[in-house]
């Protein structure tokens, strides 16, 4: 069967460049850091491999290249996973069921509000969802390999590295074959801003999905997400990405803060351009992780609002029809007389609704609100855990050393002000 979405997702390149996608397909850098390691070892005499915050550097960039090999391909793969399962839907569907639960019962407040806003922020875009999500894919793949964008992000990137190299490096590096590495190192530094580029650009589109789009959550999907759990899974590996920066510099932040470590002579000047740079490295990555995610809950608190609306109808039906039957049962024990009858069909009648409406409750809930489960954010919190207990031994140290002083500047005022 013809279907103009999937050819066109099919055609999908979240790198549009043939020869980078090449590169990053054939796993081009990974094999080459792995072959530079197995040269050095052979015929360079170790000048590599003995120089360990630029081996375990260029091991960082081979992991995250592999990471971001999967980006590329999950892409693709998560546009044609949400048109497949039907998640998304016609946006006058929702209007309509939004309009019918406001006019059938009570809405919470503000929902009326945030309808008549997210009419406004869809004028212009196509009423067919196929049309507007083959829009959204055109407009994702182009963002993706924007020239301007990929040259701003990768020339930043390239920069910052020179800026820290230059800083840094000690001198007697500053040899011909470490100016080998460190020009490769820049190369490589403006490819990873390119990366950098369509990361921000893969979480900056899932915000406008769940902006544009009306989404057909299956409350009983196995995910646990309404069949969403796929934008938790690509922003996962999405971040994870930028995670292992952020777990080498921890790494080194670590090494470099022990005054035993046998790396502080060589490596110590590298410190607080480390410490400077975990902090912007987990910033980001929490920014990358959870602000789209938390537009797709609300988006999902939203929508299943007239959903909730009515299922707490149902369960009070369930409760008042559970206290009729129980006031029924406890009237026939009072009367002694026993069940006639006619009390029989009433009981069977209370019993048969209540069950009715106790599987009709439980067949749609619970009602999934996040478009990630337990295991992504275990998944999540477990990769940043070494980054943030890096970052609070750096700041619990700053903040004792700040009380430490206030408190010693306080003490010897007193004394002064007694003296006096």
């Known amino acids: 069967m013809h279907d103009e979405v999937l050819e066109r997702i099919w055609k999908f390149h979240t790198i549009g460049n043939r020869y980078l996608r090449a590169f990053v397909n054939l796993k081009i850098l990974p ?10 070892l052979l015929l360079l005499k170790r000048a590599f491999v003995d120089n360990p915050m630029l081996l375990t550097g260029w091991l960082a960039v081979a992991a995250a290249a592999l990471l971001f090999s999967d980006v590329s391909h999950r892409v693709p793969a998560t546009l ?72 701003l992000s990768g020339g930043l990137v390239a920069l910052v590295i020179f800026l820290a190299l230059i800083t840094n ?60 759990s796929i934008l938790g899974d690509l ?16 790494g080194w932040i670590i090494i470099l803060s022990n005054p035993e470590s046998v790396w502080i002579i060589s490596y110590s000047t590298w410190l607080p351009f480390f410490q400077d740079l975990l902090l912007v490295v987990v910033g980001l990555t929490f920014f990358i992780f959870l602000v789209p995610l938390y537009i797709i809950h609300q988006e999902m608190v939203l929508q299943s609002c007239p959903l909730v609306v009515h299922l707490d109808e149902v369960f009070k039906k369930i409760n008042r029809l559970a206290q009729e039957l129980l006031k029924h049962l406890a009237s026939l024990d009072n009367s002694g007389s026993g069940a006639s009858e006619e009390d029989r069909i009433e009981i069977d009648r209370m019993k048969g609704e209540i069950a009715l409406l106790q599987d009709a409750y439980d067949r749609n809930t619970p009602v999934p609100v996040w478009p990630f489960n337990r295991t992504i954010a275990i998944k999540f919190i477990v990769s940043q855990s070494l980054s943030l207990l ?30 006096l």
């Open 390 to 419: 890096t970052l609070s031994g750096i700041f619990s140290k700053e903040i004792l050393q700040a009380i430490s002083s206030f408190a010693g500047s306080a003490i010897n005022s007193l004394i002064l002000v007694l003296l």
């Open 80 to 151: 044609e996973t949400l048109w497949v399962r039907g998640l998304l839907t016609e946006p006058k569907e929702r209007e309509d069921r939004f309009e019918r639960a406001l006019l059938e019962i009570k809405c919470p407040s503000g929902v009326r509000e945030k309808i008549q806003r997210i009419r406004s922020l869809h004028q212009g875009l196509p009423k067919n969802v196929q049309d507007r999500y083959l829009s959204y894919v055109n407009g994702f793949e182009e963002m993706l390999n924007s020239l301007a964008g990929n040259l």
């Open 31 to 40: 094999i080459a850091v792995m072959l530079w390691i197995i040269v050095d």
């Open 235 to 250: 922003n996962l590996i999405n971040t994870a990405i930028i995670t292992i920066p952020g777990i080498y510099l921890a």
């Open 169 to 228: 490096a000690r001198t007697r590096d500053v040899t011909p074959l470490f100016v080998v590495y460190y020009t490769a190192a820049l190369i490589i530094a403006f490819i990873l801003g390119m990366f950098l580029w369509r990361m921000l650009v893969i979480a900056y589109q899932i915000v406008v999905l769940g902006k544009n789009f009306d989404f057909a959550l299956q409350n009983k999907h196995p995910d646990g997400c309404g069949g969403l």
